[in-house]
């Protein structure tokens, strides 16, 4: 996760509140996914952004995931997300992104 996209989650749950911010990933591959749900979660693992040792504990979930799915409109979806649902590896994405949530996730949906 970039710097800036670190310090603007940061700015946001300093502003909002942890409990009213929920992080939503597009990330293409499961271990870039992993990392940026680790980074909203326990903190940066690279230490380098603002993020480093700050675990902000913030709800994460994948764009792909079924409770997003579920919640969005079905034309929407199809139009915006079908086909990158029919490409990745959504089971993968899926689990790497939930295990950081259900292991250090603060706040829930």
Request: aromatic share 6%; with cysteine.
């Amino acid at each position: 996760m970039d710097l800036e996209n670190q310090q603007r989650i940061k700015d946001a749950a300093e502003k909002y509140g942890g409990e009213n911010i929920v992080v939503v990933l597009g990330s293409s591959d499961p271990e870039g996914a992993e990392i940026y749900a680790e980074t909203v979660t326990m903190g940066d693992p690279t230490f380098a952004g603002c993020l480093a040792g700050v675990p902000l504990g913030l709800c994460v979930y994948h764009v792909l995931e079924p409770e997003l799915k579920e919640a969005a409109d079905p034309a929407k979806w199809e139009e915006q997300i079908g086909m990158m649902e029919m490409v990745l590896k959504v089971d993968a994405l899926v689990a790497a992104v939930r295990k950081m949530r259900e292991a250090n996730s603060k706040f829930s949906l």
